[in-house]
């Protein structure tokens, strides 16, 4: 009679996996065949666009596109792809350019603000119609499904207003979703008002480690600096009370010390700035 029940029971079982099975893997079929349908719009373009480029409406219209920079990025559209590389066309004319507005494209990139990884988002690069890592909020052309640098990466020299820099550009797969992307703050140990403290003078984003090291020498030299003021005064005090002729002789001591403490204080804000601006 046991065996029965547990017979019914692993018979019962196996066919809810079943039935789970037959329901989940269509819904994840057609969620992932959706997301790979490339939808594409015709547009006019004035110049050349080859596949890949990155590109955003034009003066506003809503039938000329332009190669997309970081002066238009707020009306980026989408990305230029082969006239063949369409499931669904939308207002296609004769001569016009295909631009991918939602699917799976492949999308110029470069790494000059770091290595992509899959998931990360892609926005638009100062090298005109290639997209970068987003790191900042932003409008973003869609979120990348490969690494790159990769197989089909080239070595390139480009101007930049820092000066030269030598990157890699090639294309991935983007699944493309043309949206603003809001950076999420990095959780970390150090309060707001402090990282952004040391992000001012620093003039750049700083890590945890040197606000770390910046914190333990400010408050060292915060002790310091009370314990030889306390001892000072109250050394001073006493002194005058036993010998009020030792005046001139406490205030040289005074001026002395004073001194110290300035050239204490000096010394920790320089090292606090060194650490902050020079440990990465």
């Known amino acids: 009679?046991?065996?029965?029940?547990?017979?019914?029971?692993?018979?019962?079982?196996?066919?809810?996996?079943?039935?789970?099975?037959?329901?989940?893997?269509?819904?994840?079929l057609l969620t992932r065949a959706a997301a790979e349908t490339v939808i594409t719009q015709g547009f006019n373009s004035s110049s050349y666009l080859s596949s890949g480029t990155?590109?955003?409406?034009?003066?506003?219209?809503?039938?000329?596109?332009?190669i997309a920079s970081t002066k238009n990025v707020s009306n980026l559209i989408g990305v230029v792809v082969p006239s063949n590389n369409s499931q669904v066309a939308l207002a296609s004319g004769s001569g016009q350019l295909q631009v991918a507005?939602?699917?799976?494209g492949q999308v110029l990139v470069t790494d000059m603000n770091g290595k992509i990884y899959p998931g990360d988002e892609i926005t638009v690069s100062p090298i005109n119609g290639v997209g970068m890592?987003?790191?900042?909020n932003g409008q973003v052309i869609g979120t990348a499904q490969a690494p790159f640098p990769n197989s089909s990466a080239t070595r390139e020299t480009i101007a930049t207003s820092s000066g030269k820099q030598t990157v890699n550009i090639g294309d991935i797969p983007v699944l493309i979703s043309v949206s603003y992307y809001n950076k999420q703050p990095q959780k970390t140990?150090?309060?707001?008002?402090?990282?952004?403290?040391?992000?001012?003078?620093?003039?750049?984003?700083?890590?945890?480690?040197?606000?770390?090291?910046?914190?333990?020498?400010?408050?060292?030299?915060?002790?310091?600096?009370?314990?030889?003021?306390?001892?000072?005064?109250?050394?001073?005090?006493?002194?005058?009370?036993?010998?009020?002729?030792?005046?001139?002789?406490?205030?040289?001591?005074?001026?002395?010390?004073?001194?110290?403490?300035?050239?204490i204080i000096g010394v920790a804000m320089f090292a606090i700035f060194m650490i902050l601006t020079k440990v990465s």
Do not use: C, W
């Not at 507005?101 to 799976?104: D, F, Q």
């Open 101 to 104: 507005t939602s699917g799976l």
């Open 189 to 263: 140990i150090i309060p707001t008002a402090i990282q952004n403290l040391a992000n001012a003078i620093a003039g750049k984003p700083v890590k945890t480690l040197p606000i770390i090291l910046s914190a333990v020498i400010f408050v060292l030299t915060l002790i310091a600096v009370v314990s030889i003021i306390y001892s000072l005064v109250h050394g001073s005090i006493i002194s005058i009370g036993r010998n009020p002729m030792a005046q001139s002789a406490v205030y040289r001591n005074l001026l002395q010390l004073s001194a110290l403490v300035v050239a």
């Open 54 to 66: 990155m590109v955003s409406l034009a003066n506003g219209s809503s039938n000329d596109v332009a």
């Open 1 to 28: 009679m046991e065996k029965q029940i547990k017979a019914r029971f692993i018979n019962i079982r196996l066919l809810l996996a079943g039935l789970a099975v037959s329901v989940l893997l269509p819904l994840l």
């Open 133 to 136: 890592l987003a790191t900042t």
